[in-house]
């Protein structure tokens, strides 16, 4: 099984339409884990989502940019990704 961690968009609009992202991944490899880095208050809309496996709580807000050293330490947690 193939694991994919997808950053998530910061902004309402934005992760709605990423669902077409996460629906034509799982097209393509049925298989496929989908695992979404995103801000927690949206959680709610991707629990709805039937291809997103899990959600990961990204500790930044839309202001700001993934630097390496935050990303480490985000990935610290997470394991076994196809990254």
Known sequence: ???VLVVGPSWI???????SLFITM???NPDVQI???????T?????RMPEVNQSVAM???HS???TEIMLDC????ITAFNL
């Open 35 to 41: 695992d979404v880095l995103a801000p927690a208050w």
């Open 74 to 77: 985000v990935l610290s947690e």
């Open 26 to 28: 799982k097209s393509l």
């Open 43 to 47: 959680f709610p809309l991707l629990a």
């Open 59 to 61: 500790p930044l807000g």
């Open 1 to 3: 099984m193939n694991k």
């Open 13 to 19: 609009g934005n992760m709605v339409m990423a669902q």
């Open 64 to 66: 700001h940019c993934l």
